[in-house]
């Protein structure tokens, strides 16, 4: 069966300071990763996605850049963070090739940005 | 662009009672997805609609999709306190963004015993 992992599962950090969350699947090859983020009782917002190795989609233009170094790992990351990057990130993937797949979320990190 | 829209934003509901959350799209969608996320967790598949009309049942949970497949229903029948947590929508993204997802922005249910 396929699982996801992420961590950490939560995080506090300086503004300024860099940031680095990981995000690997297993129990399937080629999948559809995605990274979201969730502010305090709101909706979720598609930061970036990617349908391949470096292949990287930007939603949203902001501080935070994503990377796909192997199949099933995913990335994100920040040099320097600010206030506004605080909330929680959620990682998820879908099957590739079925636009019907259904996404399946990590546990996600709670990050707060002091 | 194509927009999904839910609606109520927030539902109080008394223990035993029935309501609904309903969902609408700007644009035909091949199909819908429904996540539940309960309260510090993350968001997990309820079920796919696919066809126009389609209705599909999980226990006390009723999914609608509607004939034009523009819109789309979850009612929940005699509320537990189980059901607490946020209730999202989703469509497909449009042909040029394949593999994107259109969220609803939630309904956040809240039970009363």
């Known amino acids: 069966s396929q699982t996801i992992h992420q961590w950490p599962a939560t995080l506090v950090q300086p503004v300024g300071s860099p940031l680095s969350l990981e995000c690997t699947v297993e129990?399937?090859?080629?999948?559809?990763l995605y990274w979201y983020r969730q502010a305090a009782g709101r909706g979720l917002q598609l930061l970036f996605y990617?349908?391949?190795?470096?292949?990287i989609s930007s939603e949203v233009p902001q501080n935070l850049s994503a990377s796909r170094p192997q199949d099933r790992q995913f990335i994100l990351s920040s040099k320097k963070l600010l206030l506004s990057d605080s909330g929680f990130y959620l990682c998820?993937?879908?099957?590739?090739?079925?636009?019907?797949?259904?996404?399946?979320f990590g546990n996600g990190t709670r990050l707060t940005v002091t | 662009g194509q927009q999904v829209m839910q609606i109520p934003q927030y539902q109080h509901v008394q223990e035993g009672e029935d309501f609904t959350t309903y969902c609408n799209s700007s644009?035909?969608?091949?199909?819908i997805q429904w996540y539940k996320q309960r309260p510090g967790g993350h968001p997990v598949f309820l079920i796919q609609l696919v066809k126009s009309g389609e209705v599909k049942k999980q226990k006390r949970l009723t999914f609608q999709f509607g004939e034009a497949k523009k819109n789309s229903s979850l009612h929940i029948t005699a509320t537990q306190t189980t059901d607490v947590g946020t209730y999202f929508c989703a469509g497909p993204g449009s042909a040029d963004s394949w593999g994107k997802f259109q969220f609803g922005a939630g309904t956040q249910v809240v039970v009363t015993p």
């Open positions: 990617s349908v391949g190795i470096g292949q």
């Open positions: 644009t035909t969608l091949s199909n």
């Open positions: 998820a993937w879908t099957r590739d090739g079925v636009n019907n797949s259904p996404l399946h």
């Open positions: 129990g399937t090859s080629n999948p559809n």
